[in-house]
């Protein structure tokens, strides 16, 4: 869909609204969120202007937050930096995947745009700018769409680093390693629930595993203990089903994607 496309703001233009409300799209034209007579406000799930950008959920599990919230806000040209209507926080927990902060995000965003379009309603409302929440000298995060690069487990780096990307990932795109055989099969894996288990690791990214309960992998502090796990061109399963498939006696271990891209 063109959304500068004449017969699409023709179409638009029909419904005669009064407000437009956008969650979860594509930048807007101009003529487009400036049609309504009360203007547009978008949902966004973060705390703006802190993690503006396509993956808000993400990035902030990734990057190991404890709080996040949800922003309405009236759009303006540049992307997410309009003037903020409300707010409300909500908690990370230490467990969540980006899967489940999502879910509770949308029931809590649903009702904050009920609130939010009764607010404009009623002209009820103050606005806020976005400058005037943070101090001069506070570094803002930011929330650029995922990449596949951001989904690469790098294993040397802390067991807690890793934990976050992995659920921070989960259920979709996923984080993921590559694993190579001792015959020079390589795979890729992904992990998408694990937890940190407490060791002393000699190697990073040597997987260790009993052939039959357990396949964790050695950070450069720990090791993280995998849950549910997925090879390319199977299906996700927890790791007790995994092992019955997974061959222990060919020699796994962690490759670079080097080695994937000199092994295709």
Request: glycine share 8%; proline share 4%.
């Amino acid at each position: 869909m063109h959304l500068k496309a004449e017969a699409f703001i023709a179409h638009l233009r029909s419904f005669q609204a009064n407000l437009h409300v956008v969650v979860a799209f594509r930048k807007l034209p101009r003529v487009v969120w400036q049609m309504p007579e009360y203007g547009t406000f978008n949902l966004h799930a973060s705390l703006l202007p802190q993690y503006r950008g396509a993956a808000p959920i993400n990035r902030a599990i990734m990057n190991g937050e404890r709080i996040t919230g949800i922003t309405t806000f009236f759009l303006a040209d540049a992307i997410d930096t309009g003037k903020i209507i409300f707010q409300e926080t909500v908690p990370i927990l230490f467990e969540d995947t980006a899967g489940d902060l999502h879910d509770r995000l949308m029931t809590k965003g649903a009702a904050l745009v009920v609130r939010t379009a009764q607010a404009i309603a009623g002209s009820d409302f103050t606005l806020t700018a976005q400058d005037k929440i943070t101090s001069a000298d506070e570094m803002l995060k930011i929330a650029p769409k995922i990449l596949k690069d951001d989904c690469l487990i790098n294993w040397e780096q802390p067991a807690l680093n890793i934990y976050n990307q992995i659920r921070g990932l989960s259920p979709f795109p996923g984080a993921f390693t590559y694993i190579r055989s001792q015959g020079g099969r390589v795979i890729q894996l992904k992990i998408f629930v694990s937890h940190i288990e407490a060791g002393n690791p000699s190697s990073a990214g040597s997987i260790l595993t009993d052939g039959k309960s357990f396949l964790k992998i050695a950070t450069t502090d720990g090791f993280i203990v995998a849950d549910a796990l997925q090879l390319e061109g199977k299906k996700r399963l927890h790791t007790i089903e995994f092992m019955h498939g997974f061959q222990q006696d060919s020699g796994w271990r962690i490759c670079t994607a080097q080695e994937f891209s000199e092994s295709g």
